[in-house]
């Protein structure tokens, strides 16, 4: 998704911006991967003229997927291959929207750098429009997504309905019977957001960073310094964050299971507790 992401931002912004004097992006590696980006003009700040990004899982929406996704498989009572489908659709929607805030980057810090040029601060525009819609707008684009949706299938008489109907083949449940191997995945993911956590808070190099972010947002200060700290902070997290959705995932999948009916039209769950009542007496 990553890859992706990067590739078709790349490709837009050069389409759009670029024009016969220079290249307005440039696609690179970054930790082996291309998703790295580098914005160029004559106004941008540094000695190459340049502004270096990257896409990171978050910078992707793989972390809004997740969530979006989670809050549909959970709504009670709505058909299983409906809710499918929509995730699928609404992991679609956060990809494309996704994109658009990325290609929305360049022409933000374009025009500041224009009337700025060659100073560090014309960024802060491109930056106030990432950490506003970081830290609030995806998740109001969410939560109205998934309100539209759940409206959209009927709201909370559809899926009265919908839960008390036999109709269904199939049904998303929590896990009643848990082996060894299940067990185990649950104490691997568990291990795993560990070191995440671990990582973040023994790497020296990343809490200095979060120090010298603390200080330039303080300060209000925007050097190439609380930059660099800010790529460094944000590489440190992502990995952590990686893991972490990584393992929030096999918690979910261990966790849930499938049940289907068998051929007199019972779950399978109800038709082993019936054996088991049945062997007891």
Same mark, same amino acid.
């Given at each position: 998704?990553?890859?992706?992401? +990067?590739?078709? $931002?790349?490709?837009?912004?050069? /389409?759009?911006?670029?024009?016969?004097?220079? !290249?307005?992006?440039?696609?690179?590696?970054?930790?082996?991967?291309?998703?790295?980006?580098?914005?160029?003009?004559?106004?941008?700040?540094?000695?190459?003229?340049? =502004?270096?990004?990257? =896409?990171?899982?978050?910078?992707?929406?793989?972390?809004?997927?997740?969530? /979006?996704?989670?809050?549909?498989?959970?709504?009670?009572? =709505?058909?299983?291959?409906?809710?499918?489908?929509?995730? =699928?659709?609404?992991?679609?929607?956060?990809?494309?929207?996704?994109? !658009?805030?990325?290609i929305m980057f360049y022409p933000i810090a374009l025009e500041d750098c224009i009337a700025n040029p060659n100073q560090?601060?014309?960024?802060?525009?491109?930056?106030?429009?990432?950490?506003?819609?970081?830290?609030?707008? @995806? %998740?109001?684009?969410?939560?109205?997504?998934?309100?539209?949706? @759940?409206?959209?299938?009927?709201?909370?008489?559809?899926?009265?309905?919908?839960?008390?109907?036999?109709?269904?083949?199939?049904? %998303?449940?929590?896990?009643?019977?848990?082996?060894?191997?299940?067990? *185990?995945?649950?104490?691997?993911?568990?291990?795993?957001?560990?070191? +995440?956590?671990?990582?973040?808070?023994?790497?020296?190099?990343?809490?200095? *960073?979060?120090?010298?972010?603390?200080?330039?947002?303080?300060?209000? %200060?925007?050097?190439?310094?609380?930059?660099?700290?800010?790529?460094? $902070?944000?590489?440190?997290?992502?990995? +952590?964050?990686?893991?972490?959705?990584?393992?929030?995932?096999?918690?979910?999948?261990?966790?849930?299971?499938?049940?289907?009916?068998?051929?007199?039209?019972?779950?399978?769950?109800?038709? @082993?507790?019936?054996?088991?009542?049945?062997?007891?007496?």
């Amino acid at each position: 998704i990553q890859v992706t992401e +990067a590739w078709l $931002w790349n490709a837009a912004t050069n /389409l759009l911006y670029s024009d016969g004097e220079f !290249v307005a992006s440039t696609l690179s590696t970054h930790n082996g991967w291309l998703t790295r980006l580098d914005f160029t003009h004559p106004d941008f700040p540094g000695n190459y003229n340049t =502004v270096a990004l990257y =896409v990171s899982d978050e910078c992707a929406g793989v972390h809004e997927m997740i969530f /979006l996704s989670t809050l549909v498989a959970m709504t009670e009572g =709505v058909p299983q291959k409906l809710k499918i489908r929509s995730i =699928v659709v609404m992991c679609s929607i956060i990809y494309v929207l996704n994109l !658009v805030r990325l290609i929305m980057f360049y022409p933000i810090a374009l025009e500041d750098c224009i009337a700025n040029p060659n100073q560090p601060e014309c960024l802060s525009g491109m930056w106030n429009f990432h950490t506003a819609v970081y830290e609030w707008g @995806f %998740l109001v684009v969410l939560i109205t997504m998934w309100l539209i949706w @759940f409206w959209r299938v009927g709201g909370p008489a559809r899926t009265l309905d919908a839960s008390a109907s036999t109709d269904e083949l199939w049904r %998303l449940q929590v896990r009643k019977v848990w082996e060894s191997k299940h067990v *185990a995945m649950i104490g691997i993911a568990l291990v795993l957001i560990a070191f +995440a956590a671990f990582n973040v808070t023994t790497n020296e190099e990343a809490m200095e *960073a979060k120090e010298t972010l603390d200080v330039c947002y303080f300060s209000e %200060l925007v050097t190439s310094e609380c930059g660099q700290a800010q790529n460094r $902070w944000d590489d440190a997290i992502g990995y +952590a964050w990686s893991l972490s959705a990584l393992s929030l995932v096999v918690i979910a999948g261990t966790t849930m299971t499938i049940e289907r009916k068998d051929e007199h039209g019972q779950w399978h769950t109800s038709l @082993f507790k019936v054996r088991n009542a049945d062997q007891e007496e």
